[in-house]
């Protein structure tokens, strides 16, 4: 099983929609989250953290169940400009361990 | 603040070539590390270094070598270039003890043929 592993996508929506990735982690001795936001050919940007049960900003909302070893992201009224792709990350040894990514296309 | 810088930003190396990738940052980050990125791989740790005079593996560290003399520097060593390390490289520094707020650099893309 990989340490961190995500939702193939890519997911396709339409504006306005509201999205949700999942994110699944090995390592229970993890205690908090990252999800990062790479856009096309650029470096990846942090997008929001999540600890214990979870986080919110704006319309990005992140949650962690530790139960299940997984996080998940949701993104609601998804506007054109979310387009992109989502990384699920999380630390290990001091050492940050990133899943392969989903990608996410709004479309008009 | 530049925040960190990579050089070059593309490169076409011929097998068993040899070269060193230059990242730098101006934001006194003890933390910083290499990745590399492959389609649909994500990024994988491949070296990195929790201050001046210390470094670690990370996942993939065959084929490369790295160095920490500054705080600022820590450049990327390709020994012998070979068409699997055809990759975009990252460079990521960060605060401390704190890996959430990583800073990366705009990536070099190499091309090894």
């Known amino acids: 099983r990989k340490e961190v592993e995500q939702d193939p996508g890519p997911f396709n929506v339409p504006e306005g929609a509201t999205v949700a990735f999942n994110c699944t982690y090995s390592?229970?001795?993890?205690?908090?989250f990252f999800w990062y936001r790479q856009d096309c050919r650029k470096e990846p940007k942090l997008l929001m953290s999540?600890?214990?049960s979870g986080n919110e900003d704006g319309r990005f909302t992140a949650q962690l169940n530790r139960a299940s070893q997984y996080i998940s992201l949701l993104i609601r009224d998804s506007k054109l400009s979310d387009s992109a792709t989502y990384l699920c990350v999380a630390p290990q040894g001091g050492k940050l361990i990133f899943g392969q990514g989903t990608e996410l296309s709004v479309k008009p | 603040n530049a925040g960190v810088t990579q050089t070059p930003k593309f490169q076409v190396l011929k097998t068993g070539q040899s070269m060193t990738l230059q990242c730098a940052q101006d934001?006194?980050?003890?933390?910083m590390s290499w990745y590399r990125q492959d389609p649909g791989m994500g990024l994988r740790l491949i070296h990195y270094s929790v201050g001046a005079g210390i470094t670690d593996q990370g996942e993939v560290p065959n084929g490369y070598n790295v160095s920490r003399s500054t705080t600022e520097d820590f450049p990327l060593r390709l020994l012998s270039a070979a068409p699997s390390q055809t990759s975009v490289y990252f460079c990521?520094?960060?605060?401390?003890?704190?890996?959430?707020?990583?800073?990366f650099g705009p990536g070099t893309r190499l091309l090894v043929l």
């Open positions: 934001m006194n980050h003890e933390y």
């Open positions: 999540v600890y214990s």
């Open positions: 390592n229970s001795a993890s205690q908090s």
């Open positions: 990521a520094s960060s605060v401390g003890q704190n890996q959430e707020t990583q800073y």
